[in-house]
Nanobody, 124 residues
Framework: QVQLVESGGGLVQAGGSLRLSCASS????????TGWFRQAPGKEREFVAR????????YYTDSVKGRFTISRDNAKNTVYLRMNSLKPEDTAVYYC?????????????????WGQGTQVTVSL
């Protein structure tokens, strides 16, 4: 069983940076494609970024390209989302999710395990 725990959220001014972490307290996260999703108030949850099992490939939604970087440290069993140049529209609850089949798609249905989420608030 994989139990994911996100951390690193908070309140930041526009233009600032945060780094989110996603750690597994169960099985190693290293064998899972891992994604970050977010849900803003009143909106559906959306895909943000994903990284392949061994970190060889990454993919981002257009709105965060060039600003966000997903990475993984397999020695620490952790996946990160570095967020730079934050905008108010990035305000959301951010979730990490793991796909044991390693597909690494942008579809929520392909991710079996989810964290509880961490709040990111970007003020003007």
């Amino acid at each position: 069983q994989v139990q994911l725990v996100e951390s690193g959220g908070g309140l930041v001014q526009a233009g600032g940076s945060l780094r989110l972490s996603c750690a597994s307290s169960g099985r190693t996260l290293n064998n899972y494609a891992t994604g970050w999703f977010r849900q803003a108030p009143g909106k559906e949850r959306e895909f943000v970024a994903r990284i392949s099992r061994f970190g060889l490939t990454t993919y981002y939604t257009d709105s965060v390209k060039g600003r966000f970087t997903i990475s993984r440290d397999n020695a620490k069993n952790t996946v990160y989302l570095r967020m730079n140049s934050l905008k108010p529209e990035d305000t959301a609850v951010y979730y990490c999710a793991a796909d044991p089949a390693g597909r690494g798609t942008i579809q929520e249905r392909d991710y079996n395990y989810w964290g509880q989420g961490t709040q990111v608030t970007v003020s003007l």
